[in-house]
């Protein structure tokens, strides 16, 4: 029936009310009686025609914004944390403790790894140099004592 009127929508799609908030695309301004009224209907004809499914627009939209996905970091960004000049050993665990959470899994040898290697030196890298761990918990421990060295 709709389909004998030319209208691009479905009979289900036509029954269905508009939302209370619905705005129409800033791209096809309401109708005001200046322009030719075929000219109007042919702009939202097409309009409605851009995206023949959904699956289509959710295709086209993911190509187009795919630079702005986020990805998962791997164990290797973790690396890439250095503790600052002038930064405190506590805002470098901090930043680091931060950092872990956007990693989804990583053995902990690696976490030791990149932690002690992000340090600038210092008492908490010798003592880590010195006396190496395998497991990450027990490197807050150790921290611990250094950073309240550091906070007196």
């Known amino acids: 029936m709709l389909a004998e009127r030319n209208i691009p929508f479905s009979e289900y799609i036509m029954a269905e009310e508009l939302l209370v908030h619905f705005r129409a695309p800033s791209h096809l301004p309401a109708y005001n009686g200046t322009i030719d009224p075929a000219e109007h209907i042919r702009k939202f004809k097409n309009a409605a025609l851009l995206h023949r499914s959904f699956a289509e627009f959710r295709c086209l939209f ?89 906070d007196a």
Request: proline share 4%; charged share 25%; no cysteine.
């Open 62 to 150: 993911q190509h187009q914004f795919a630079s702005s996905k986020k990805y998962r970091k791997s164990a290797i960004s973790l690396f890439g944390i250095k503790q600052e000049e002038k930064e405190t050993l506590r805002t470098y665990a901090q930043h680091f403790n931060i950092a872990i959470l956007e990693v989804p899994t990583v053995h902990q040898q690696v976490l030791v790894s990149a932690f002690t290697q992000g340090l600038r030196g210092g008492p908490l890298f010798e003592s880590l140099a010195k006396k190496p761990t395998t497991d990450f918990l027990d490197v807050p421990v150790r921290a611990e004592k250094h950073m309240n060295l550091e």
